[in-house]
């Protein structure tokens, strides 16, 4: 069955630098998209992508947050300067047209 | 805006006993319902879902959820746990046609031996 896809698993980072976190949805999905899960906390989304451009964006996706699908297969969420707190489990997900998104695993990014 | 309430953080079960998992959620527009699970160490995994249609819906593992309108419930019922249904159990929400999912907080079930 295929599956959302998520690299790395644990990113380790200094406050201040900049990361890349690496999806790769299903196949033939549409929608993509980045939730983050703070310890403890409920899952918040962050963004849609859809037909190349952003859909839709919460108020945590500000300007240190971008996201890029730069191939026909990957879909990458990029913060620019992490903070403390991002420190969180950032999961992608997709869906075809219908209404069901499918999770990766997960990123776990530390921000020391 | 919707917005999705699970009262329970933690609930403890003795194996084979049932369970209920309660979650409210807060729409003006028509929703669409979610339960995902996320298994220690993993991702969330779609439980059941209920778009329209039957309001009580099931999923192959024996959980099942009732989607009730007049109050704005969907809460999860398990008739016998096992100790591999222990998990984080996430409620959630869309307005239909819209994209983003707004979750509850969770429920850790814990099913004891």
């Known amino acids: 069955e295929p599956e959302v896809t998520q690299t790395p698993s644990h990113q380790v980072t200094q406050m201040g630098q900049e990361v890349i976190l690496r999806c790769v949805p299903i196949s033939n999905h549409l929608y993509f998209y980045w939730y983050r899960q703070i310890l403890g906390q409920k899952v918040e989304f962050l963004v849609s992508?859809?037909?190349?451009?952003?859909?839709?964006k919460s108020e945590i996706f500000d300007d240190q947050f971008s996201v890029e699908r730069p191939d026909g297969s990957n879909f990458t969420l990029k913060i620019r300067s992490t903070k403390l707190e991002d420190s969180a489990m950032y999961f992608c997900?997709?869906?075809?047209?219908?209404?069901?998104?499918?999770f990766g695993p997960g990123t776990r990014l530390t921000v020391l | 805006a919707q917005s999705v309430t699970q009262l329970d953080s933690q609930v403890p079960v003795f194996e084979e006993a049932p369970v209920e998992l309660r979650c409210n959620y807060s729409s003006s527009v028509s929703v669409y319902l979610f339960w995902y699970v996320q298994y220690p160490n993993q991702g969330l995994q779609l439980l059941l879902k209920y778009l329209s249609g039957s309001t009580l819906v099931e999923s192959i593992n024996g959980f099942e959820a009732e989607f009730n309108k007049s109050q704005t419930s969907f809460h999860l019922r398990k008739p016998s746990v096992h100790i591999s249904d222990t998990a984080e159990y996430f409620c959630a929400v869309s307005e239909t046609g819209a994209n983003n999912l707004f979750f509850g907080t969770g429920t850790r079930l814990t099913v004891i031996p």
């Open positions: 992508f859809y037909n190349n451009e952003i859909s839709e």
């Open positions: 997900a997709s869906k075809t047209d219908t209404d069901t998104q499918y």
